[in-house]
């Protein structure tokens, strides 16, 4: 099956400043790539996905990009701000584009 | 988007036991899915509820561990059985629309603690 890794575990930003979160994927067929954030005790909400025919996309202060090749994608986060803090996670969508795997998180603090 | 109604939304239970989690979603929807996000966890594929058929099982979940109905196009619930503290998670039931590789969207979740 899909085997997706996720780096860092934890990232610690000061407000304003950028944040990239990384994510790699074993299985070439991989099609569809959201990233979902999750805050503390609530469900986890798509904030921007990518599809393997797009290699960048972007929404405001939020940008997903793809390399097939490499099969990595990465999100980035501008500007960021306090509310950002929360739990990331990518994931990646298995031949049957049902199928969502997920990489095991990253924790982003914001500091004011 | 799908509105993802889970029920309960908490419980706390003795070892042993089981405990069914419904999922209703106020649309017909073709594919239904059950996650599992243990404590500081990522979220793990337990299984694909099917309308009219049985449900589809990642490796490492069986059915007589985690029984799954999916009656209609609007529900489906997940049992988790004979209970121990290891079954200590988030329970979350997440739905896709008709067209493949749409996102998926997910409910609020069940947070189960067994004693």
């Known amino acids: 099956g899909e085997n997706v890794e996720q780096h860092p575990s934890t990232l610690s930003v000061q407000e304003g400043d950028s944040a990239v979160i990384k994510c790699t994927y074993s299985?070439?067929?991989?099609?569809?790539f959201p990233w979902y954030k999750q805050e503390l005790g609530k469900r986890p909400q798509l904030i921007i996905d990518?599809?393997?025919?797009?290699g960048e996309k972007k929404d405001q202060r939020i940008a997903v990009t793809l390399n097939k090749t490499a099969k990595h994608f990465s999100l980035h986060i501008t500007e960021t701000q306090p509310e950002d803090s929360a739990v990331y996670f990518c994931a990646a969508s298995w031949r049957n584009f049902n199928k969502f795997y997920f990489g095991s998180g990253t924790k982003l603090n914001v500091k004011p | 988007s799908a509105v993802i109604s889970q029920k309960p939304s908490r419980d706390i239970c003795q070892r042993g036991t089981s405990l069914t989690i419904q999922c209703q979603v106020d649309s017909q929807v073709t594919m239904m899915f059950w996650y599992r996000q243990q404590p500081g966890q990522s979220l793990t594929l337990i299984a694909t509820a099917n309308q009219g058929s049985e449900a589809t099982y990642e490796s490492g979940f069986v059915i007589d561990k985690f029984p799954i109905s999916r009656p209609n196009l609007t529900f489906s619930t997940l049992t988790v059985s004979n209970m121990s503290p290891e079954d200590s998670s988030i329970y979350l039931c997440?739905?896709?629309?008709?067209?493949?590789?749409?996102?998926?969207?997910f409910g609020d979740g069940t947070r189960l603690s067994i004693l």
């Open positions: 990518i599809r393997s025919n797009v």
């Open positions: 299985d070439s067929a991989s099609n569809y």
């Open positions: 997440s739905v896709e629309t008709d067209r493949p590789g749409q996102p998926q969207h």
